[in-house]
């Protein structure tokens, strides 16, 4: 297609130049019935999996049927949903955090032919286009990242593995059957963008091999103090190679020390990381980010590693949904799965799992490895 100017001219890049207005105010986007009666809910109830309704003051109520989404979307979805928007409410609509997709309407009719609406809807290939859950004591949405479709530093993929764990649950999503709700996130490096150190059950991508050296690019693209900053073990250190009889400025590995969290190559671009092979995915356990009752807590490593079976990861959805089914049959009212495995303990939740525990589980990072471990005779046979 030819070149069309949106009236930007490059060869004044300042003129007309308009900046740091900001996000659009949301306010302009409420629904009326939501603008009429801001700060002033009385309650709220569950009345189905994936709807709810919010009673206000006034007596006016707003139903919501919340739907799942895939997060990555093309704009001909976009245009359904906001075709929904349209025909159902008002052309209003909401994401939520966990990038399931609101539609809000006022009456109970209304939310029931919008909900039936919804539902019906599918792609060719079969798959639910807006699938309603996600509320209350279930799965909802996996918060998940950039995988193989856009970052350079992933040692897995983010929308498959989403895909083949949400098919995994899918009746968790649609239901509330769990003694509490179980987060599920993803990240494909260490980086950890997202909640995987703060959820029910996070993955997370990981290497296990250390970078290779690109001693020809390495003082020509890096700064190499950088790349030996970058280093949380000190495996990095500056030095001289040679290289076709000329001697080059250059990086060392101490490969024993190197624990391949991949810090390195985001710094230095000569210091690739990934590997077919090498690359997998670690399982994490009893995260949480309310205060409810107990406070938050990071999620601990369980499974030290699951390699990459793409497209369906059926080792890692396996592993996943035995975890759930685990905590749903032993875990009492409202204990998230965190607050189970602590207060029966680590050795009773890889007793009752049958995860195998490995060497790796055991914190050897710095001295805050030491309070993981365990100073008291206390402990189950
Ligand atoms: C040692 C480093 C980190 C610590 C101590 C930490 C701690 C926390 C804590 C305590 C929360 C929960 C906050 C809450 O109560 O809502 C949180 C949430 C979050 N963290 Fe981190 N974090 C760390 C690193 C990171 C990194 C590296 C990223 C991404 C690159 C990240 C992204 C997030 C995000 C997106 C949330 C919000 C999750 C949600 O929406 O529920 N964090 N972090
Ligand atoms: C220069 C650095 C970065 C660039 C150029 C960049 C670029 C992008 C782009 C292009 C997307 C895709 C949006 C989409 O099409 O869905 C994205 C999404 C995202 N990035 Fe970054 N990013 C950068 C740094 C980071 C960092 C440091 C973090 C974490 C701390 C991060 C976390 C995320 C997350 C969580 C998403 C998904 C957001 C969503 O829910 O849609 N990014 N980023
Ligand atoms: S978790 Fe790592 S690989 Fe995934 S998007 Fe974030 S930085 Fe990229
Ligand atoms: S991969 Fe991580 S541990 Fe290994 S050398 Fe690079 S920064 Fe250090």
Redesign the pocket.
Known sequence: MAFISSGYNPEKPMEGRITDIGPQHYAQFYPPVIARNKGKWLYHEIIEPGVLVHVAESGEKVYTVRVGAARLMSITHIREICEIADKHCGGHLRFT?RNNVEFMVETEEAMKALRDDLASRKFDGGSKKFPVGGTGAGISNIVHTQGWVHCHTPATDASGPVKAIMDEVFEDFQSMRLPAPVRISLACCI?????V??SDIGVVGIHRKPPMIDHAWTDQLCEIPLAVASCPTAAVRPTKVELDGKKVNSIAIKNERCMYCGNCYTMCPALPISDGEGDGCVIMVGGK?SNRISM?KFSKVVVAYIPNEAPRWPTLTNTIKHIIEVYSENAMKYERLGDWAERIGWERFFQLTGLEFTHHLIDDFRDPAYYTWRQSTQFKF
């Open positions: 955090t980086n950890m963008c997202g909640a150190h703060c980010v938050p």
